[in-house]
């Protein structure tokens, strides 16, 4: 699962890739569900709010919008078919949290690599208000990630990068995005601060330290 990212706006803006000139955008170091944020259509950059919300979701009770993807199952949901053959975009992110249960509490995790900006693969929708709606794909977590979390959020490389946003083959897409190289990742723990949506600073991202009594 990823429920919680880091963007940095301006690593993203040196990409080169096209904005328009309405474009805002204030980077946030603790991004949330159902917030506006920057993701990549067609080489473009755009504002879409993070969380799909189709009618039938929001007929159930305590209904919360879709935000994570799965993609072993991404062929076979309904719900995301459609999506998957036409509206693939990509998410920037500088980096992303997870909690993990250590001694009866959840404790926050911060993972990063060493690039400014990665990619993740992620699904878009265009709603009838005008708005566009968007998933982060996830996987199955590898390597010592799995250790904080069993899902990871899908980073695409260079060449995959490109290939999810062209109109290729998609099970010749699926073979080559499962089958390539895995980002490394790094990881280390983080104050709890980040728990809470309203607190949005870069010391979030900072190395966990226990205060010495």
Not at 92 to 103: A, D
Not at 153 to 169: A, F, T, Y
Request: some cysteine.
């Amino acid at each position: 699962m990823c429920g919680r990212y880091y963007l940095n706006f301006d690593n993203l803006i040196s990409e080169g890739y096209k904005t328009e000139d309405t474009f805002v955008y204030e980077t946030s170091f603790n991004i949330t569900p159902q917030s506006r944020v920057p993701i990549v259509i067609d080489s473009n950059i755009k504002i879409a709010t993070w969380g799909f919300f189709p009618d039938w979701i929001k007929k159930q009770k305590n209904s919360k919008p879709l935000f994570n993807t799965r993609w072993e199952s991404i062929r076979e949901k309904r719900t995301f078919q459609s999506a998957y053959k036409k509206n693939r975009c990509l998410v920037p992110i500088s980096g992303w949290y997870e909690w993990k249960t250590e001694n009866d509490e959840k404790n926050p995790y911060y993972f990063y690599t060493d690039e400014p900006v990665v990619y993740a693969a992620g699904l878009y929708w265009n709603r009838t208000s005008g708005d566009v709606e968007f998933s982060i794909i996830t996987q199955e977590a590898y390597g010592d990630l799995a250790n904080v979390h069993n899902r990871t959020p899908l980073l695409l490389n260079n060449e995959n990068k490109n290939n999810w946003l062209s109109d290729g083959d998609i099970d010749n897409l699926y073979r080559e995005i499962t089958e390539s190289r895995k980002k490394i990742v790094d990881f280390h723990r983080v104050s709890k601060a980040v728990n809470n949506p309203k607190n949005k600073n870069s010391s979030l991202i900072n190395k966990y330290t226990e205060v010495p009594f």
